[in-house]
């Protein structure tokens, strides 16, 4: 019996040996598939919808201050734990612009929220330049379209002189005058913008400032290259787009950069898509800054950006 014993125990030592190093060597089990993961786990499933406050791998560009942006602090200035602006008749700001100084990107992920009142009309730049610098990179100058000629009046009568334009009404008792160009110059900028105004007429457009001006409204898939620019396909009409929009309150954009490929969205739909292919104006690379138009406010928040 106690031989018998003997025997059982070396042989159940040698089998708990063998399965020990045959666990050791054996590969570990497959991990459980991903739910985020592309692939057939997908199929007859929506995809789960990004999450605009996950800041995985960003880089804030806006730290609740204007340290790390240029800008002329007599009109830009921090309200709300936002960068903003105000532009009245009394006081108006013309076009300007505040510069982060984070550096170029080219390829990314930008994503921001951005608020106005009255008729503020602004934007996100990227892929930009400012165009006092005598070094730029990233892609060519900008060369402003030229503008159609405007038809003349018509005459009053048969005959007669064209009809004079009567003054525009001064829109308040005192107005001001626009800082100069001259003062704003180591801040104005050139290039691509994701377009803004809290009218909703542009909002999410793909905007070239000091280039080829509006590529498109909001609402359409272009293509541009040598010969000019036009739509694909159409991704929303007025009344569509006019529901993505928060009037009076905050809208998140993002920004997704990729080679001739740049892809606008405004509270999780897409607004505007463009490959860019021509040669005049498409630049790979630039600097992001916040532009400001027109009279009202604008605030501009939670800023990131992702290199891809």
């Not at 007859?44 to 880089?59: E, L, R, V």
């Not at 982060?100 to 730049?125: P, R």
């Not at 003054?167 to 994701?194: L, V």
């Not at 739509?231 to 569509?240: E, N, R, S």
Request: charged fraction near 15%; glycine fraction near 8%.
């Amino acid at each position: 019996m106690f031989r018998k014993n003997r025997i059982t125990f070396a042989l159940s030592a040698a089998l708990l040996a063998t399965s020990a190093a045959a666990v050791a060597q054996a590969p570990p089990a497959a991990a459980a598939p991903n739910p985020l993961q592309a692939g057939f786990q997908r199929i007859g499933t929506p995809p789960p919808m990004n999450n605009f406050a996950d800041n995985t791998g960003f880089t804030p560009l806006f730290d609740g201050t204007l340290k790390g942006w240029s800008y002329d602090a007599n009109l830009w200035n921090i309200a709300d734990g936002s960068i903003h602006l105000t532009a009245t008749c009394e006081k108006p700001t013309g076009t300007v612009y505040a510069v982060s100084t984070a550096g170029e990107f080219g390829d990314f992920v930008l994503k921001y929220e951005m608020k106005g009142t009255g008729n503020i009309n602004g934007g996100m730049q990227f892929r930009s330049y400012v165009t006092s610098d005598s070094n730029v990179t990233g892609g060519p100058k900008m060369v402003p379209a030229p503008r159609p000629a405007m038809p003349p009046r018509p005459p009053s009568a048969a005959g007669a002189a064209a009809t004079p334009r009567p003054p525009r009404p001064a829109a308040c008792a005192s107005p001001g005058t626009a800082p100069s160009k001259e003062s704003q110059a180591k801040w104005d900028m050139a290039g691509p913008q994701a377009d803004f105004d809290e009218a909703n007429h542009y909002s999410g457009m793909f905007y070239e400032q000091s280039g080829r001006a509006v590529i498109a409204t909001p609402g359409y898939s272009m293509y541009a290259d040598a010969t000019g620019s036009w739509a694909l396909a159409q991704i929303a009409d007025k009344a569509t787009h006019d529901s993505w929009f928060h009037k009076d309150d905050w809208n998140q954009f993002v920004v997704v950069a990729i080679g001739h490929s740049v892809s606008i969205y405004m509270n999780n739909h897409l607004v505007t898509q463009i490959v860019d292919t021509d040669p005049k104006y498409f630049r790979s690379a630039g600097k992001i800054g916040v532009e400001s138009e027109s009279l009202g406010d604008l605030w501009v928040r939670n800023i990131s950006i992702k290199k891809l």
